[in-house]
């Protein structure tokens, strides 16, 4: 393994960040729960991200989702976005995230794997062909909005994983790939409780990989981390990589 403690430049190195709602709840984005309010706020959330809710009322759950997406863009990367692009003039980076915002790829990262999709990206719900054309904004939200239709007939979707869907493949075996290959592991802003994506941090601690957990609250996580920082995300990052010979002996 290339050495991650005594050297100013990694080349070599690979790191993996895994990365969940609390790196971008600092630069505003709401969680889910969070975005539940005033025409929201009374509808439960499996009839508005799930497979059913969609069957059932696609007009309602674009609506939300529409929403969702002006929400995501009206807000920018933070400086732990930032620092973790910034690591690719060192090391070999690799981002893993449970988020459906795009921060990470605006902020420069350029390998970022979605386990549970992209609100950025959508498909047809039928024949599964991407739609390139863009969605309308909404600054404002409202009950319901008609989602376009594919040519084949079929609504389009956003690509984000339903309660009850399978994770996208690819993206889940490329997050697997990022996790086994990985000299150090960078866990931050998740609380390590969802299924399956909590265990890609685990499989890194029982392969004897170094797992910095950064992170203000405790999690599941806490107690097998390498190196546990309780701080913010956008604090800790900038200058982890300065801090590693210390941080790892």
């Not at 706020?41 to 007009?59: K, N």
């Not at 107690?223 to 956008?234: F, I, M, P, Q």
């Not at 900038?238 to 010979?245: D, I, N, T, V, W």
Request: net charge negative; hydrophobic share 40%.
């Amino acid at each position: 393994m290339p050495s991650i403690t005594h050297s100013r430049y990694f080349g070599g190195v690979q790191v993996t960040v895994f990365s969940g709602a609390g790196i971008s709840a600092e630069s505003g984005v709401p969680t889910f729960r969070d975005a539940e309010t005033g025409l929201w706020a009374q509808v439960d959330p499996y009839e508005i991200s799930s497979s059913h809710g969609w069957r059932a009322h696609p007009e309602r759950v674009w609506a939300w989702y529409l929403w969702r997406h002006h929400m995501m863009s009206a807000v920018a990367p933070n400086d732990a976005h930032r620092a973790v692009a910034a690591w690719e003039d060192y090391a070999d980076v690799h981002v893993v995230t449970q988020n459906v915002d795009n921060l990470h790829e605006r902020a420069g990262s350029n390998r970022v794997h979605h386990v549970h999709g992209s609100l950025f990206e959508f498909h047809c719900d039928r024949c599964g062909a991407g739609y390139l054309d863009e969605v309308p904004d909404m600054p404002e939200p409202v009950a319901t909005v008609e989602p376009p239709r594919c040519g084949c007939g079929g609504l389009i979707r956003p690509n984000v994983v339903w309660f009850g869907e399978p994770l996208p493949d690819d993206a889940w075996q490329r997050s697997v790939d990022a996790v086994v290959n990985a000299d150090l592991v960078v866990v931050v802003g998740t609380s390590s409780v969802v299924y399956p994506a909590a265990g890609l941090p685990e499989l890194a601690v029982a392969n004897g990989t170094p797992v910095i957990e950064v992170n203000p609250e405790p999690t599941p996580l806490s107690d097998s981390a390498t190196v546990t920082l309780r701080e913010k995300a956008a604090s800790a990052l900038p200058g982890l990589l300065q801090r590693l010979p210390v941080l790892l002996g």
